[in-house]
């Protein structure tokens, strides 16, 4: 008992000098900040962000920007209005992880004049037009857009109310109308598209003349016709819940109760696996040993539940396992309700009933740089995804390859093939023809086993080198020491790190060790 109070008294004092000298959780980080005067830019401006919108500490707000209410930035999100200004994003939209809103400078300093000068055809207004007298925006994006992961909106850029841009899709010195939807993996550049029109997965469109041809009326029974609303709803959701949470929210952090997810769950974590500082590990999510988890990857396990990730896989820089909700609380019956087919259970097969997982990911599998597997998703054992390729609603077998900036969408693959680089596929009738098997010789054979090493063995150096600075700011403060408590009285979620005395489990000597560092004495680190 006399124990135990002391340590009450201890995070008692720690929660008050943290408070007083560290700030709150990520200041100082600078992920929200002003831009810097340039020859092209000669104001500097903080970002305008309403009250009722989350930035995640992982995203990075910057500049000439506005967000409305009811906004989700995810981790990994950039925003950054210091080139092309400004950007304004509407009331209800998304921005989910790894997503980039960017533009092209909008004004100059004329070397002829002296003056300042705004480009021409740099900017939209809101009701979508071109303009360049400095009276409209770089990018704009209207209430109730969804830009799903690793999107980018690349201004000059317009995308109209309640359009849905799906992951990995490039919108560049362009309009979308309306009530639209980009399906995942399309590029858009340098053209106008109406409204209530969608664009099928892997399109390219780059002159006015193709728009006609490669874009088709949204109509009734479409497979996304009503996908904009519910994601909206989700990500409604999630800014409020993690409002909530404030500045307990970490880089490893549970997720929140919603009407999609009825349970709040923390992060499981092998004590042999490194998530690096910058990365996001975010509810439902199970990591097995051995796992090499890169700055900027998000692994968020707060829709689509559970998140699997097998022994000795990695995950590598800015990719991201997401699912779509697995879960809903009934409007009819007022009970909570598993949706068909939104699982797969360890042997691959697609359940409904709460017993599998949103995204399994098998053992020794390498997910390599701004890669995404968007769940319902299985990807077997031994198996590589590429860079910047996207499997979404789909069954990747045991021992493939999928080369470099594919998209696999809503199929499934057998085990023992390759699919090559840059190849789209959306149909059970196309696998045959655009899967191949892997025969010896084959330039990536042995690609996976090499990855596989190299990144456990990164896992295993940076754990030896982990410094106590748990929430990656850089110093060691009363901050880090408060995490590692939290972690110890099952409160927060754990960092691998967070067992600072390396003596195989976190006890509060691990934060007291911390705080001793913070005060320049002694500690277990020296």
Same mark, same amino acid.
């Given at each position: 008992?006399?124990?135990?109070?002391?340590?009450?008294?201890?995070?008692?004092?720690?929660?008050?000098?943290?408070?007083?000298?560290?700030?709150?959780?990520?200041?100082?980080?600078?992920?929200?900040?002003?831009?810097?005067?340039?020859?092209?830019?000669?104001?500097?401006?903080?970002?305008?962000?309403?009250?009722?919108?989350?930035?995640?500490?992982?995203?990075?707000?910057?500049?000439?920007?506005?967000?409305?209410?009811?906004?989700?930035?995810?981790?990994?999100?950039?925003?950054?209005?210091?080139?092309?200004?400004?950007?304004?994003?509407?009331?209800?939209?998304?921005?989910?992880?790894?997503?980039?809103?960017?533009?092209?400078?909008?004004?100059?300093?004329?070397?002829?004049?002296?003056?300042?000068?705004?480009?021409?055809?740099?900017?939209?207004?809101?009701?979508?037009?071109?303009?360049?007298?400095?009276?409209?925006?770089?990018?704009?994006?209207?209430?109730?857009?969804?830009?799903?992961?690793?999107?980018?909106?690349?201004?000059?850029?317009?995308?109209?109310?309640?359009?849905?841009?799906?992951?990995?899709?490039?919108?560049?010195?362009?309009?979308?109308?309306?009530?639209?939807?980009?399906?995942?993996?399309?590029?858009?550049?340098?053209?106008?598209?109406?409204?209530?029109?969608?664009?099928?997965?892997?399109?390219?469109?780059?002159?006015?003349?193709?728009?006609?041809?490669?874009?088709?009326?949204?109509?009734?029974?479409?497979?996304?016709?009503?996908?904009?609303?519910?994601?909206?709803?989700?990500?409604?959701?999630?800014?409020?819940?993690?409002?909530?949470?404030?500045?307990?929210?970490?880089?490893?952090?549970?997720?929140?109760?919603?009407?999609?997810?009825?349970?709040?769950?923390?992060?499981?974590?092998?004590?042999?696996?490194?998530?690096?500082?910058?990365?996001?590990?975010?509810?439902?999510?199970?990591?097995?040993?051995?796992?090499?988890?890169?700055?900027?990857?998000?692994?968020?396990?707060?829709e689509g539940q559970p998140i699997f990730v097998g022994e000795a896989a990695n995950i590598q820089d800015g990719v991201v396992l997401h699912?779509?909700?697995?879960?809903?609380?009934?409007?009819?019956?007022?009970?909570?309700?598993?949706?068909?087919?939104?699982?797969?259970?360890?042997?691959?097969?697609?359940?409904?009933?709460?017993?599998?997982?949103?995204?399994?990911?098998?053992?020794?599998?390498?997910?390599?740089?701004?890669?995404?597997?968007?769940?319902?998703?299985?990807?077997?054992?031994?198996?590589?995804?590429?860079?910047?390729?996207?499997?979404?609603?789909?069954?990747?077998?045991?021992?493939?390859?999928?080369?470099?900036?594919?998209?696999?969408?809503?199929?499934?693959?057998?085990?023992?093939?390759?699919?090559?680089?840059?190849?789209?596929?959306?149909?059970?009738?196309?696998?045959?023809?655009?899967?191949?098997?892997?025969?010896?010789?084959?330039?990536?054979?042995?690609?996976?086993?090499?990855?596989?090493?190299?990144?456990?063995?990164?896992?295993?150096?940076?754990?030896?080198?982990?410094?106590? *600075?748990? &929430?990656? =700011? #850089? /110093?060691? @403060?009363? +901050? !880090? %020491?408060?995490?590692?408590?939290?972690?110890? $009285?099952?409160?927060?979620?754990?960092?691998?790190?967070? *067992?600072? &005395?390396? =003596? #195989? /489990?976190? @006890?509060? +000597? !691990? %934060?007291?060790?911390?705080?001793?560092?913070? $005060?320049?004495?002694?500690?277990?680190?020296?």
């Amino acid at each position: 008992m006399i124990q135990q109070k002391k340590w009450q008294v201890f995070l008692s004092h720690l929660v008050i000098i943290t408070a007083l000298l560290a700030g709150t959780a990520f200041a100082g980080m600078g992920h929200i900040a002003p831009n810097v005067a340039t020859d092209f830019s000669r104001t500097v401006s903080s970002p305008h962000i309403a009250a009722t919108t989350f930035v995640h500490p992982l995203a990075s707000v910057i500049g000439n920007v506005t967000l409305e209410g009811q906004i989700m930035v995810s981790p990994g999100a950039s925003v950054r209005g210091d080139e092309g200004q400004p950007i304004f994003v509407g009331e209800a939209a998304n921005i989910q992880d790894g997503v980039v809103l960017h533009g092209l400078e909008t004004e100059e300093l004329s070397k002829e004049h002296g003056e300042w000068e705004f480009k021409a055809g740099r900017q939209f207004n809101a009701q979508g037009e071109r303009v360049g007298d400095g009276s409209g925006y770089s990018v704009y994006i209207g209430e109730r857009v969804s830009l799903a992961h690793q999107a980018q909106v690349h201004g000059p850029a317009y995308v109209g109310h309640d359009t849905f841009i799906a992951m990995q899709s490039l919108i560049f010195n362009a309009k979308v109308g309306s009530h639209c939807v980009i399906e995942p993996g399309c590029t858009i550049v340098g053209v106008e598209l109406p409204d209530h029109v969608y664009v099928p997965a892997g399109t390219t469109i780059t002159s006015q003349s193709e728009v006609a041809e490669k874009t088709y009326p949204i109509y009734e029974g479409y497979t996304y016709e009503h996908t904009n609303e519910a994601v909206v709803h989700v990500n409604e959701s999630l800014a409020e819940g993690y409002l909530h949470l404030g500045d307990r929210i970490g880089h490893i952090a549970p997720n929140v109760a919603t009407d999609f997810s009825r349970t709040v769950s923390s992060p499981h974590i092998a004590a042999t696996t490194f998530v690096h500082p910058l990365a996001s590990v975010i509810g439902n999510v199970t990591l097995e040993g051995q796992i090499m988890v890169s700055p900027g990857a998000s692994v968020r396990g707060d829709e689509g539940q559970p998140i699997f990730v097998g022994e000795a896989a990695n995950i590598q820089d800015g990719v991201v396992l997401h699912g779509l909700e697995t879960e809903e609380l009934s409007k009819e019956h007022g009970e909570w309700e598993f949706k068909a087919g939104r699982q797969f259970n360890a042997q691959g097969e697609r359940v409904g009933d709460g017993s599998g997982y949103s995204v399994y990911i098998g053992e020794r599998v390498s997910l390599a740089h701004q890669a995404q597997v968007h769940g319902p998703a299985y990807v077997g054992h031994d198996t590589f995804i590429a860079m910047q390729s996207l499997i979404f609603n789909a069954k990747v077998g045991s021992h493939c390859v999928i080369e470099p900036g594919c998209t696999i969408v809503g199929v499934e693959l057998p085990d023992h093939v390759y699919v090559p680089a840059g190849t789209t596929i959306t149909s059970q009738s196309e696998v045959a023809e655009k899967t191949y098997p892997i025969y010896e010789g084959y330039t990536y054979e042995h690609t996976n086993e090499a990855v596989v090493h190299v990144n456990e063995s990164l896992a295993e150096g940076y754990l030896e080198t982990c410094d106590g *600075d748990l &929430n990656g =700011d #850089g /110093e060691i @403060t009363p +901050q !880090d %020491a408060l995490l590692v408590f939290l972690c110890y $009285l099952e409160r927060g979620a754990c960092s691998a790190c967070a *067992d600072v &005395n390396h =003596d #195989g /489990e976190v @006890t509060p +000597q !691990d %934060a007291l060790c911390l705080f001793s560092k913070f $005060l320049g004495r002694s500690s277990c680190l020296d």
